[in-house]
Nanobody, 119 residues
């Protein structure tokens, strides 16, 4: 079973930037897609961004379009999330996820990394 390891979370002021990374424990890992979800305090987990591994097609939640960018690193079987112009409502635990059998079926999850945006 492949494991996903996130890094890069932390505390940042509103308007600042953070970069999250997620690496698979197996370099030969080739999922259907990888993405990021987040769970704000007291709320449900929500979709943030995803990238289709073979097509390099990416999708974003409306709330982050134009501010966040997801990209992949083939060599490291990793995915990054560049977050710019951060807002207080972006504060959440961010989870990396992979869909190994079907592009929209998220079956592998990381442990989560905290992002806190101070206003």
């Amino acid at each position: 079973q492949v494991q996903l390891v996130e890094s890069g979370g932390g505390l940042v002021q509103a308007g600042g930037s953070l970069r999250l990374s997620c690496a698979a424990s197996r370099r030969t890992f080739s999922p259907q897609s990888m993405g990021w979800f987040r769970q704000p305090p007291g709320k449900e987990r929500e979709f943030v961004a995803a990238i289709i591994w073979g097509a390099r097609d990416s999708r974003y939640a409306e709330s982050v379009k134009g501010r966040f960018t997801i990209s992949r690193d083939n060599v490291r079987s990793a995915v990054t999330l560049q977050m710019n112009s951060l807002k207080s409502e972006d504060s959440a635990v961010y989870y990396c996820a992979a869909a190994t059998r079907r592009a929209d079926l998220w079956d592998t999850w990381g442990q989560g990394t905290q992002v806190t945006v101070s206003s």
